[in-house]
């Protein structure tokens, strides 16, 4: 083992399923008490790089560091010091949802107390209910219940607000911030990028089990973007006409088509943009009698980040 002082870290992980390479060589590494978002679309590995680290397979070629720890070799003493929320739940689908917290909270040595992270996470109203007829919301919660109830020092969570209504979802991220605050470190795998950007430290894109970007959201949403305008307006806008409004060296494009609401991103690009330019978008579209929303100089989302590496092509 190579002792990194993170609390995970992989060394050049690779996982093969016949001819299918699911990791490439992937290298990662979680500080102890950040939150580290690993983010990439269907079939990118991720599910893969989490049940390795978790422990549940081995990988092919590489080490993986789990608490200093080997997560397969060392399982048995790894266990109590890791929290795994399953986005299936994981749950007995007999039980009842008090008496799995409690079931699982007899497996540490110094669990939290299950009816206050019941209260917490507002299921002391269903805590005699059988889990199958817990809301799909309720059984998400439940299942982050089961995942911090032994005090864990590193918390893998899958998705943990899907299926969460608004309110649901922000005490979801309270409660991530607390344990960022309590020196537990988290890895982090979601679909909502808004999640990823506004709760991560350190974001990892990956891609065919590589890594095709790391960073803070801060240093992804500016890299590239200097020279970028983005704005958000009705579909179908000739952005065509709009570059010869703005004059030479300036490109436009439709980057992320209207979708449900009939909005598109259009991006902007130029060798400079100034105060000019921006009045020039925003009187072109008054022109249009189309309405600006979500105008941007210098930076993309974590989202335009994510599709413009990973492309914009649904995945299976």
Request: with cysteine.
């Amino acid at each position: 083992m190579v002792n990194s002082g993170a609390a995970l870290a992989t060394h050049s992980v690779t996982k093969r399923f016949r001819d299918l390479t699911a990791v490439d060589g992937l290298d990662l590494e979680l500080p102890t008490g950040t939150v580290l978002a690993l983010l990439g679309p269907n079939g990118a590995g991720k599910t893969t790089t989490v049940e390795m680290c978790e422990g549940f397979s081995a990988p092919d070629d590489g080490i993986i560091e789990v608490l200093g720890l080997d997560p397969v070799a060392d399982a048995a003493q790894l266990r109590p010091r890791i929290g795994v929320m399953l986005q299936g739940g994981g749950a007995y689908p007999g039980a009842k949802a008090g008496e799995m917290l409690r079931l699982v909270a007899a497996y540490s040595a110094n669990p939290l107390d299950p009816d206050w992270l019941l209260s917490t996470l507002g299921l002391a109203d269903v805590v005699k209910v059988g889990y199958r007829r817990l809301s799909g919301g309720q059984q998400q919660r439940l299942a982050l219940a089961c995942a911090l109830v032994g005090r864990p020092e590193l918390v893998f969570l899958d998705e943990p607000t899907a299926g969460l209504d608004a309110q649901a979802r922000l005490l979801v991220w309270d409660l991530i911030d607390s344990l960022r605050r309590d020196g537990v470190s988290v890895l982090l795998t979601t679909h909502l990028l808004d999640e990823a950007e506004e709760l991560a430290d350190q974001v990892v894109i990956i891609d065919h089990g590589r890594t095709v970007a790391a960073g803070t959201p801060a240093e992804l949403t500016r890299a590239g973007a200097d020279n970028e305008l983005r704005f958000t307006a009705p579909c179908g806008l000739d952005a065509r006409s709009l570059a010869l409004r703005l004059g030479t060296g300036f490109d436009v494009d439709e980057a992320a088509h209207g979708g449900a609401d009939g909005q598109s991103v259009y991006v902007v690009r130029g060798t400079t943009v100034t105060p000019r330019e921006v009045a020039g978008v925003a009187a072109w579209c008054a022109s249009e009698n189309a309405l600006i929303s979500n105008l941007q100089v210098g930076a993309k989302s974590l989202e335009d980040v994510f599709l413009d590496l990973t492309g914009r092509d649904l995945r299976g």
